[in-house]
């Protein structure tokens, strides 16, 4: 089982959902995808013992950092979480993966409940966005796509599993919630960060089913698609790679 978190200048809140990450008995490898941040978010995860750093050169956006950990993890079972989540515990992390874990389900989609008003009530309206999501490798490697998805990634995987009627399990979090974009980054640069995220949501929607990758787990592991930044050695606690960046206005960010 993987735990892969992709993040964006999340400096000052990764660490929180690593120490919750880190510990939990069903996790054995836990991989960070610094994309392109330019603040002190590599850093930080090398200060987290157990947690592992793959750095981007360039912003690829959360779809191309989901794909490009799924590349460097080595597991049949990979769960995709938020690297701002607050409230996150090992319990909600077992929760989330036993379905899959067990052979109950080919993915299950984390539901925030009783967290906070805002992010509960988006949850409930779209919960097919979710960015908590334990999925079986052999469902994520078929999906066409990813790469180029950005903020429109999980409605590309979940449109997928519901187009090949992949049984999928939703799981309660309860007290987990995560900061608003425009808590994050002020009110007009997180305004305009949550409009491009439903942008590239609609997008994904409107677009036809992109083809099945029809690549094994094996095989996908070794794929490195072009245009993806390059990627440091995966270093652990500070030691081997370098995180290299460059200021991109297009990145997604929070």
């Known amino acids: 089982m993987a735990a892969i978190l992709s993040a964006y200048n999340e400096e000052s809140r990764v660490a ?10 069903c996790i054995d490898q836990v991989l960070v995808v610094n994309d ?6 590599a850093a930080r995860v ?26 460097f993890a080595d597991a049949d079972v990979l769960l995709f979480l938020d ?67 950005r903020y429109g990634v999980e409605m590309l995987i979940t449109r997928h599993c519901r187009q090949h009627r992949v049984r999928t399990i939703s799981v309660p979090l309860p007290g987990v919630t995560h900061p608003m974009k425009e808590e994050k980054l002020g009110f007009w640069p997180g ?3 949550r409009a491009r995220m439903y942008a590239q949501i609609v997008r994904i929607l409107l677009s036809p089913p992109p083809a099945s990758n029809g690549v094994g787990p094996a095989e996908s ?34």
Not at 16 to 25: F, G, N, S
Not at 62 to 70: L, Q, S, T, V, W
Not at 111 to 119: K, M, P
């Open 83 to 149: 690297a701002d989540l607050q409230g996150l515990t090992p319990d909600h992390i077992e929760r989330l993966v036993a379905p899959v874990v067990n052979g109950e389900a080919g993915m299950a989609v984390g539901r925030f409940y009783g967290g906070r008003y805002l992010t509960d009530l988006s949850q409930r309206i779209a919960p097919m966005v979710s960015g908590q999501r334990a999925i079986a490798r052999a469902v994520f490697d078929q999906i066409g796509g990813i790469d180029g998805a």
């Open 46 to 71: 090398l200060e987290v013992p157990g947690a592992y750093l793959l750095s981007l050169s360039c912003n690829v956006g959360k779809g191309g950092a989901m794909a490009a950990g799924a590349r």
């Open 221 to 254: 592991r070794r794929l490195c698609t072009a245009g993806s930044g390059e990627a440091t050695p995966v270093c652990q606690n500070g030691i081997g790679g370098e995180e290299t960046g460059r200021s991109d206005p297009d990145a997604d960010q929070g």
């Open 36 to 41: 392109g941040s330019t603040d002190g978010t």
């Open 16 to 25: 929180q959902v690593l120490e919750a990450v880190v510990p939990t008995p």
């Open 191 to 193: 305004w305009s960060s």
